[in-house]
């Protein structure tokens, strides 16, 4: 099946190129790549929107501008208006993730779908969220609402590629696995045999819990077989290591007291 | 019960004042208040970090700033490095969902926790992730990776926002809280002292990487207050141990070959 098409991104009246240009690093960054500009203030293209796009030139490039919300929304067929003020209109109320959800299932449909995101100050007019279909509201802390414009097209888009990613990309999947039960227990052979003759299991009723404990501390490292081979590298130096710069010392007439 | 206290965040090295106003914003947005910096390029305090802060001016009041960032963990327990390369090292890779429950369930412990973020352009240094407990890795799309700090930032913060309102359950886990930064430190400090005596970093020039490698390893056993002690006790008991018993020996008459 085709990837649902993702959905537009909608900028009404937006103030600063900068802001437009970090509207479209951060689309890309979540793989939407669709803005329309609705009568941005200080006209379009201009230059400040690509110095900080950071090479996420293509939303920029294919920008289309549009003399008002109507025209811009027309072929779009869910709507979210992105607002902190959801009470002033009856429309349903969705969180990031309930709104992604929702475009999603229609983008998976063949639906046409957008963002309406209002200027950097004013926000939305509730004449453009009466356009909408529904209302995404991020949920801030009500000590402090003010969302950067970026900022909540980062959180929507964010949420739309979580619903893109069924699962953690392929990177993250291919850690060394955790080594052989066997090679930890060698490791624990080794640790314990030279602990038990530097004297460390003292006094030796205690030696069984004090085992316990140590095993179940590197267990929960989940070390690798490349970990294994060097914690036990660790031990020989530090018994030999040692040993040898007083075996030498003994050369010379005995360790220092 | 108290709420749990946030996370902080740590910013090793930001270069521009103006992203960490827009940092100390998104935090305020999403409940955030404790901002720690690590060596900040341009010096500290810096106007433009106010003025692109939109008035959440506390985080900024609040931040303080450390020479490194073993300095400015030394506190935190539990303690997440938000990168983009998760695969060079061997700790665990969470999704930001998960980061941030992992996070809430600590700080419903009442433990202290962080997040960790590179500079703007190089990200965190290897040697930086390797003192943390996992991996925070935002799912960009591949064919664009290039993420905005303040925008990481919102991420994981718009996560740790979501675990607050979804009152996460209480934490049931009886087991003890991981050990502070700082004696992990002390830990890895008496573990590389011991190692370098004993001559077990060569050739010289692999010394960082595998010290890196025994830090990670460790720091994925999330280590108790109990446990770092016990390791400590075990690195001076192989070493001076397997010492008193060359020493006995030196006193009959010299080492066996």
Known sequence: MEPAPP??????QPQLAENIGAAARVMANFGLSELRLVRPRD?????RAWASASGADWPLDGARVFDSVEEALA?????????????????PVHTPGEAARALSAAAAQGLPTAYLFGAERAGLETRAVALCNAILTIPVD??????NLSHAICVAAYEWRLTVLDAPPEAFRDRAPPAEQEAMLGLYGHLEEELEASGFFHPPEKKPAMV???RVALN?????DQEVRTFRGVITALVK??????????RRGGPRA
């Open 212 to 214: 316990r404990n140590l």
């Open 142 to 147: 009500p000590r402090f609402r003010s969302l």
């Open 75 to 91: 072929d779009r067929r869910l709507v979210y208006a992105c607002t902190a003020r959801p009470r002033e209109t009856e429309l």
């Open 43 to 47: 006209g379009w293209p201009q230059e």
């Open 220 to 224: 929960r490292a989940r070390l690798t």
């Open 241 to 250: 290591g040692r040993g040898r710069t007083l075996e030498r010392l003994a």
């Open 7 to 12: 959905p537009c991104v909608v900028l009404d």
